[in-house]
């Protein structure tokens, strides 16, 4: 049976990858997840913010804090806080090269154009594969019109795409008015392929001390819904490659991303959860799953329940929506 798939270009085993999370800061458990069957790793990403920060510092000469940066406040993580400082990512990048057969795939963190893009080069000196762009900005500004949020975006993938040899993905979020039309935006920007979708950990209210506290939850199985329908929309569109992000936990899971029209899936809460030795049982079910439906290879999967392949179309769009309010009965 073959599982192999194209994804940035990159041949790769099979169709699990390691989503960015700090299982790559250890490189032992990177060496357990690709026994586990994992076709590839993602780093943790490496933040704007932290970049810049240190930058700051070394301009001044002194230990940056958390208030250095034009738009932190004392909530912003303390320079220390980091789990690797971004010299020692790039040494990371080295050692997981090192201890690994299997493409390691870098990761940035940022939300507009400036200096912190110079870190995709130095990623690429160091030996990364591919790196995965993460946008993520959070607009307050009620002045801010949604097309310069995209555009600026746009511009940021340019500028990494431009400045490196190595594939580049670009992780958005599913908050966009028009995905589609975005995702082709930044193929056209230089990127190799888009992920679907950021995982937003969104903050928590403390009502006795009056604070906005950090609040962690896994990705559940629900989640895959979202990516499933946005992958299926976008997918006839792309010449890239798609990857699901979130909400994949078991090997229907992973089917079910490709049908829509995945060439990889993204697992990070289910490995935080079960341990690597998940990621071999993922692995083997969808074997098992494979042959019990006469299926010989991936790509006979790919794609063929997305938004133009499958038989009713219009279960991805408003019609769903409209039939699911109408089953209700009192």
């Known amino acids: 049976m073959n599982l192999t798939t194209q994804y940035l270009g990159l041949t790769l085993k099979n169709p699990l990858v390691v989503g960015a999370s700090p299982f790559c800061d250890d490189v032992t458990m990177a060496q357990r997840l690709e026994e586990a069957g994992a076709a590839a790793v993602t780093m943790h990403s490496l933040f704007e913010e932290q970049i810049d920060a240190e930058q700051l510092a070394l301009t001044r000469h002194v230990d940056a804090t958390a208030e ?9 993580p303390a320079h220390s806080e980091y789990q690797l400082s971004p010299d020692q990512y790039l040494l990371q990048i080295l050692r ?5 057969s299997i493409p390691v795939i870098a990761s940035l963190n940022g939300s507009r154009p400036g200096g912190w893009i110079d870190y995709a ?9 591919a790196i995965e762009l993460n946008l993520y900005r959070l607009i307050t500004d009620p ?8 555009a600026g975006m746009v511009a940021t993938v340019r500028d990494v795409t431009s400045s490196v040899e190595i594939p580049v993905s670009v992780k958005i979020s599913p908050f966009h008015t028009s995905p589609t039309f975005f995702a082709c935006e930044l193929e056209r920007a230089g990127a190799a392929g888009v992920v679907l ?3 937003f950990y969104q903050p928590e209210i403390n009502a006795e001390e009056l604070e906005v506290s950090p609040q962690l939850k896994l990705s559940d199985r629900s989640e895959l819904l979202l990516r499933l329908r946005w992958l299926a929309i976008i997918s006839p569109h792309l010449r890239g490659s798609l990857a699901a992000s979130g909400g994949v936990h078991a090997a229907i899971d992973v089917v079910k991303a490709l049908l829509a029209g995945a060439h990889v899936v993204q697992l990070v809460s289910a490995l935080l959860q079960h341990g690597p030795q998940h990621l071999a049982m993922v692995l083997e079910d969808l074997r098992a799953w494979l042959a019990e439906h006469e299926y010989t290879e991936i790509s006979q999967l790919r794609g063929a329940m997305n938004h133009q392949r499958c038989p009713d179309p219009a279960g991805f769009e408003r019609a769903n929506y ?3 309010l109408q089953s209700w009965r009192i």
């Open 322 to 324: 409209i039939r699911i």
């Open 143 to 150: 002045a801010m019109p949604a097309d310069e949020v995209e």
């Open 96 to 100: 997981l090269k090192k201890a690994l």
């Open 121 to 129: 080069r130095r990623m690429e000196r160091a030996g990364a594969d």
């Open 197 to 199: 979708f950021n995982r």
């Open 68 to 76: 250095s940066h034009a738009e932190a406040t004392s909530y912003f």
